[in-house]
């Protein structure tokens, strides 16, 4: 009998550890939530696609200890919501321009018309540039967060509309644009058209109903929102990279261990790299499916793109600095460009 209750206590007891150490690796597990605007569709949104690789990656790197929750579709609020809430929650968050201009006006720079004119000069802007350097350290001392990642979205901006084929900046004159951000307001305003702030989540809506004749988006934002249900026509005059931001909270950042954060920005660039392959590969096979599906589709010759930047960049550069954008940001990013 004796025997037997030795065996019960030490079986309890085993029983009481295993449990002890389930529960504590349990509690050890980490989940951080990462909202971004778009549909949940790895084919159309390489937003998703970025964070569903980051989540797939995390989790099996970390052998579960880390998990990514993803809030898409702006499920946790529009873009200013979004940052409110990165900046004070342990959480990660893609932002848009509009997300991240109000807190760090700056980042405008890096949208100066016709300024990026490749994948491989915009990709090297970001990774080894000054600017962006110091765009991530002031965003940093200003808010305590970080600028983890620049996450491509589809390529550079083409302009759509309803009304007539766009060849010429006079082609802009009268129409109404929908605008992701006071830049783009800017922008349209210097061809002759205007432009109001209209978040993604209205644009098919604000287009359908004729609250605005066009939009400017790269051809997967176009294909994602299904934007060619309500737009004819569509000018290829690359005038803007597509990029968002990926924003990670500082407390977030201090809470991890160095092996955990090392795992994370491991993750989060080779989630990028995997990015930046297929938004390049798809470039022409989503005009192509544009066109198919009955967008007319005008590719401007070198004469008609010289006659837009002759416009836009002098009227950006103008409106930056009535922005406030100290001059040593256009600057620095001149610099980048001409030693990069």
Sequence with gaps: MEIRSSLAKLFVGMSTFAITC????????????????????????????????LKAIVEQQSGG?????????????EEQERMEQVINTPSLNIASFAGVSPLMPEIF?????????????????????KYWENIQHTFN?????????VVEEGGFLAFTNNVREIRKPDDFKGLKFRAMDQSQVALYEAFGASGTPI???EVYMALRTGVADGQMNPPAYIIMGSLNEVQKYMTLANIQYSDQFLIGNGKL??????????????????????????????VQSRVDYLEKNGMQVYSPTQDELDAFYAIAQPSFIAWLEKKGINQKWI???NSDLENL
């Design 22 to 53: 389930f529960c504590s690796a349990t509690l050890q597990a980490q989940t951080i939530n990462l909202s971004y605007n778009g549909a949940p569709d790895a084919e159309k949104n390489a937003v998703h696609l970025f964070a569903s690789n």
């Design 65 to 77: 200890e880390m998990k990514i929750q993803l809030y898409p579709n702006s499920m946790l609020g």
């Design 109 to 129: 720079v890096s949208a100066s018309p016709f300024m990026l004119q490749s994948f491989e000069q915009a990709r090297q802007f970001f990774d080894q540039g």
């Design 141 to 149: 001392q200003k808010t305590s967060s970080h600028i983890l990642a």
């Design 199 to 201: 978040p993604w989540t």
């Design 253 to 282: 950042m201090k809470s991890l261990s160095e092996t955990d954060k090392k795992l994370l920005l491991d993750a989060i660039k080779e989630a990028n790299d995997m990015n930046r392959e297929a938004v390049q590969a798809q």
């Design 331 to 333: 600057d620095l990013a």
